[in-house]
T-cell receptor, first 115, second 112 residues
Framework: NAGVTQTPKFQVLKTGQSMTLQCAQDMNHNSMYWYRQDPGMGLRLIYYSASEGTTDKGEVPNGYNVSRLNKREFSLRLESAAPSQTSVYFC??????????????FGPGTRLTVL | GENVEQHPSTLSVQEGDSAVIKCTYSDSASNYFPWYKQELGKGPQLIIDIRSNVGEKKDQRIAVTLNKTAKHFSLHITETQPEDSAVYFCAAGGTNAGKSTFGDGTTLTVKP
């Protein structure tokens, strides 16, 4: 059981370049999330997918797109990277439903620098 | 939407002392209140959680209390150890696609 995996672990981009961050979970969770973490600002939700085939904007979606490829995989794409997108990106997953929240399981993070 | 405030932002205690971190939330529909610990270079990991139908929960040296009327909840760590040093996040949510809104975090330092 690998849990939540993310690739790559580190990435350096130049302004205007594009890239896709990959995330996969093997816990059969229905919901998946992308967060960014900046110093002193906690975790901010970029996009989420409540279930396979659905995606919705979170708190800070501008400059990003997502794809829920199947139940296991949820990718985050930066079409034209900007220095303001320098951050640590975390993917998470959970089982949602039944009227209660549940533990979110986080991946190890991707550290992205945009020059 | 939900808004979560967390205090203090930094906390330094002596080994063996207790540590308390407090959070407030705004959405009375939130029913799930987890606490996550994040060690340097890693993703957050759940340490304890509480649902809105319970007022207090304890797991060895850590406990969480919830006051639904006042919309605040707290993390209590007793007999702190150096390995408790980390960033702690509270969160609130649970009713909308399992989403949680996170506080800004508390950096806890336990001095030997």
């Amino acid at each position: 059981n690998a849990g939540v995996t993310q690739t790559p672990k580190f990435q350096v981009l130049k302004t205007g370049q594009s890239m896709t961050l990959q995330c996969a979970q093997d816990m059969n969770h229905n919901s998946m999330y992308w967060y960014r973490q900046d110093p002193g600002m906690g975790l901010r939700l970029i996009y989420y997918s409540a279930s396979e085939g659905t995606t919705d904007k979170g708190e800070v979606p501008n400059g990003y797109n997502v794809s829920r490829l199947n139940k296991r995989e949820f990718s985050l794409r930066l079409e034209s990277a900007a220095p303001s997108q320098t951050s640590v990106y975390f993917c998470a997953s959970t089982f949602s439903g039944g009227g209660w929240g549940n533990e979110q399981f986080f991946g190890p993070g991707t550290r992205l620098t945009v020059l | 939407g939900e808004n979560v405030e967390q205090h203090p932002s930094t906390l330094s205690v002596q080994e063996g002392d207790s540590a308390v971190i407090k959070c407030t939330y705004s959405d009375s529909a939130s029913n799930y209140f987890p606490w996550y610990k994040q060690e340097l270079g890693k993703g957050p990991q759940l340490i304890i959680d509480i649902r809105s139908n319970v007022g207090e929960k304890k797991d060895q040296r850590i406990a969480v209390t919830l006051n639904k009327t006042a919309k605040h909840f707290s993390l209590h760590i007793t007999e702190t150890q150096p390995e408790d040093s980390a960033v702690y996040f509270c969160a609130a949510g649970g009713t909308n696609a399992g989403k949680s809104t996170f506080g800004d975090g508390t950096t806890l330092t336990v001095k030997p």
